[in-house]
Every structure is written in structure tokens, then in C-alpha cells.
């Protein structure tokens, strides 16, 4: 998915450094007038977790009858977007011909590789009536070997996604494998990707990996007496189990994975080369990327 803001704003962190806490990011808030989007990743003091580079949190939001949402068609390099929607709908189009629209469950994994261009609408039957919007988007770095595959566009219905119920928590493993379950959505680093639901009370222990954090969508949890707010995200030490109670009825996303190589970051453009940046910049200004079929008449220019 789309950089929803083109600026550099970035969230700030505290150090934790106890319970199992090294520390906490608050993200920077960028208001887009019908909607707010929030970003932790990449913050000063954190720029990546696992392969994971980037982590926008877009609405909730409302919008009424002829409203909604338009990401003109963009490029990417060197990376592959995950687009969750808790609420709503977007039309994906890209410029290698796949047209999808992505529904609240589902997961939509674009793999820009070597350049794609795409677009996020809202559908026009959606748009004729109230809705709302609510979702998240993030970024994996592609390991080194990958940056330059050919892209491709694979999409995953929610009933695919494998869930499960541990202590009456329900658990949904979006990318990778835990708690017994696999996912089917293709990776290529190791990568892991979790939504759990909890009630108030409920308790989580969450799988260790190399590199690891917790997102709260909603509600707040609570471990060893420290408390993991809404819309913050806890970067978790790499060695101990580490589990989690709910203060109130909660949403929160586990992500983790491999440590990879540095990578540069540039309006949307990842890779682990800067001089690789300075072509994709080039291209996009000069009109080389290929176009997004039946959406090709607008274009989000290069900042």
C-alpha cells in the first residue's frame, strides 16, 4: 500500500529498558483532513523491526455519500506492501494488470521488486453510500537477494488466513507460522504477522523472534505492571517469553522477524542502495515506470 502523507514526520519514543520493554513509540499524527493516519514505523530510534520498515495506522474514519478515498497511482522499488482493512474497502490497481478489491479480513501482499506503480480507491459502489475506513499499512524490506524480482500482486481472502482461540483469545497468524498455525501468505525473509483479540482480563504470550513488537489498534494491555497504551507500539527484547494482560478489551498486531541489512527510505522507495533510490527517482520524474491499466490519467508526482 500507499504512502498515505508524503511527509517526514516521525513518531517519538521512550526507552524502556524493563519488563521485557526496550521501548515504547508514540506515532506522529498526520491529519488528511477526512481522516487521520498514524505512523510508528520508521521512527528515529527505531527504524525497522524484522524486515518489517514501515507501519501506518489510516483511520477509523467516516465519509458520506460521494466521499472517499484516492492514492493516484505511485511507484515502489525493493520492497512488498501489506494492506489489512479492519473497516472498509479499497479498489487496488497496479501496473502489472491485477485488479482487486480488498475487503475487511483480507490481506493484499504487492511485491514491487524491481518497480510497480499502483492506485488505492474507494470502489464507486462503496462511494455512493456512507462507510467508513479503517486499516493498516505497512512495509516489508525484501532481503538483498529479492530487492530485484520480478513484482507480482497475490491476494488472500480473510477465510484463508488460519485462526485459532488459546484461553478464549482469538488469534488470527496473518504471515509466518505460530501458535500452531501457518499462514499462506508468501514471504521471503522470515516474518511474522499476528492479530489478537482479547476481553478484558484475558492474558497472551507472544512468540519470541529475533526481532519482535506489539502495535495496540485498540484497547490497552498491561505487563508486569507497565502499561502498552492505544496507537503505541512496544519494542520487545529478543530472548524472553512475554505475555500481556488487557486493561480493557483490546486489538493489538505482533510483528517480528529477521534482522536484515540497513535499508534507505525515500518517499516510497526502499532499498539497501542509495544510488538504486536516486534511478527510481529519476524514472518516476521522467516517466520510465509503466503505467496502471483504465487508471492512468493521474499521478502522485515525485516530491
Not at 488470527?172 to 499462514?183: E, F
Request: contains cysteine.
Amino acid at each position: 500500500m500507499s504512502n498515505l502523507y508524503n511527509g517526514n514526520d516521525e513518531c517519538e519514543g521512550e526507552k524502556n529498558s524493563s519488563n521485557g520493554i526496550d521501548l515504547v513509540l508514540k506515532p506522529g499524527v498526520k491529519d488528511l483532513g477526512s481522516f487521520s493516519v498514524r505512523r510508528t514505523l520508521p521512527s528515529r530510534q527505531q527504524r525497522k523491526v524484522g524486515p518489517w520498515i514501515f507501519f501506518d495506522h489510516a483511520g477509523p474514519a467516516h465519509f458520506n455519500p460521494g466521499e472517499g478515498i484516492d492514492v493516484r497511482p505511485h511507484p515502489h522499488i525493493n520492497l512488498a506492501t501489506v494492506t489489512y482493512m479492519f473497516e472498509g474497502q479499497f479498489l487496488h490497481r497496479d501496473s502489472i494488470g491485477s485488479v482487486q478489491v480488498i475487503k475487511p479480513g483480507d490481506i493484499n501482499l504487492m511485491v514491487a521488486g524491481k518497480g510497480i506503480v499502483h492506485s488505492e480507491r474507494t470502489p464507486p459502489e462503496i462511494r455512493k453510500t456512507e462507510h467508513s475506513l479503517h486499516a493498516l499499512q505497512l512495509w516489508l524490506a525484501l532481503p538483498e537477494a529479492d530487492e530485484e524480482i520480478d513484482p507480482a500482486f497475490y491476494h488472500y481472502p480473510a477465510d484463508e488466513l488460519p485462526t485459532t482461540e488459546i484461553d478464549g483469545v482469538t488469534l488470527r497468524v496473518m504471515m509466518g507460522s505460530a501458535y500452531g498455525l501457518s499462514s499462506p501468505v508468501k514471504t521471503f525473509a522470515e516474518t511474522l504477522y499476528v492479530e489478537a483479540l482479547l476481553k478484558a482480563g484475558q492474558r497472551l504470550t507472544l512468540p519470541v523472534c529475533e526481532e519482535r513488537a506489539i502495535y495496540m489498534a485498540k484497547g490497552e494491555v498491561s505487563s508486569n505492571g507497565t502499561a502498552i497504551e492505544e496507537f503505541t507500539m512496544a519494542i520487545l527484547d529478543q530472548k524472553n517469553e512475554f505475555t500481556v494482560e488487557a486493561t480493557t478489551d483490546a486489538r493489538l498486531a505482533f510483528i517480528g522477524g529477521e534482522k536484515l541489512s540497513k535499508r534507505f527510505i525515500d518517499w516510497n522507495f526502499v532499498s539497501s542502495d542509495k544510488d538504486r533510490i536516486r534511478k527510481a527517482r529519476e524514472d518516476w520524474k521522467e516517466g520510465r515506470f509503466d503505467k496502471v491499466p483504465e487508471d492512468d490519467e493521474e499521478f502522485i508526482p515525485l516530491p
